[in-house]
């Protein structure tokens, strides 16, 4: 079945640092999605991508649409504490297809 | 306040032991769906329901069952849990089962460990 792959599976960053992080497919997606979920809580909706190239922020956060529409990348700047927890993102082949879940990237902020 | 209530959060059972994690949302969701989250696997799903009365398969069904009675509530029941059922479970909920611009949500989870 489609599968999706996020890298990396873990991050220790220090607090002020900025964080980068990808996910890739085998197929072609026309929605990408990206969650957070807290420590002790369910994932929450951060983004929405529905177009290649897409660019689309929310606060510090950042994430595109990969031009093959097989990837997807997050980018956090200016790490705080609160950013701790497990990202996941999620595919869709097309908008009535069930949604896909990566493993997820674990980040660790270091105060 | 928009929310996806499940219970109980925590769970320690015995092997054979049937139980159920319920699951309600008060959003009028029409697609309801369970997952199971393990280390280095993210969330996989066990079932989902379109509608009421309206249920199928997810990736990893086995010892699972659901029923959809109801539009709030969708019900996980493990018949004769097994230890390789210990995880954690979320119930998620949207309005199709494509995704909104509102994305999925989830409940806060609950813990299951069979011994």
């Known amino acids: 079945g489609q599968q999706l792959n996020q890298s990396p599976q873990s991050m220790f960053i220090q607090e002020g640092e900025d964080v980068s992080m990808n996910c890739t497919s085998s197929?072609?997606?026309?929605?990408w999605l990206w969650y957070k979920q807290d420590p002790g809580e369910g994932p929450v909706l951060l983004i929405a991508l529905y177009k290649a190239g897409e660019l689309t922020s929310n606060g510090r956060l950042t994430a595109q649409f990969g031009i093959t529409r097989k990837d997807s990348f997050l980018n956090i700047s200016a790490s705080i504490p609160s950013d701790v927890g497990i990202y996941f993102c999620a595919g869709q082949e097309t908008s009535y297809d069930k949604v896909i879940f990566g493993p997820g990237t674990s980040l660790s902020v270091i105060p | 306040e928009a929310q996806v209530t499940q219970n109980p959060r925590y769970l320690i059972t015995v092997t054979g032991k049937k139980l159920t994690v319920t699951c309600s949302q008060n959003?009028?969701?029409?697609?309801m769906s369970w997952y199971r989250q393990d280390p280095g696997l993210g969330l996989r799903q066990i079932y989902y329901s379109m509608n009421v009365e309206v249920t199928d398969k997810g990736d990893v069904p086995e010892g699972y069952k659901v029923s959809r009675k109801e539009k709030r509530n969708f019900p996980l029941i493990l018949e004769s849990p097994s230890p390789n059922q210990t995880s954690l479970y979320f119930c998620?909920?949207?309005?199709?089962?494509?995704?909104?611009?509102?994305?999925?949500?989830f409940g806060s989870g609950t813990r299951l460990t069979v011994v």
């Open positions: 197929s072609i997606f026309n929605t």
């Open positions: 959003m009028n969701h029409e697609y």
């Open positions: 998620a909920s949207s309005l199709d089962r494509g995704h909104s611009p509102y994305g999925y949500t």
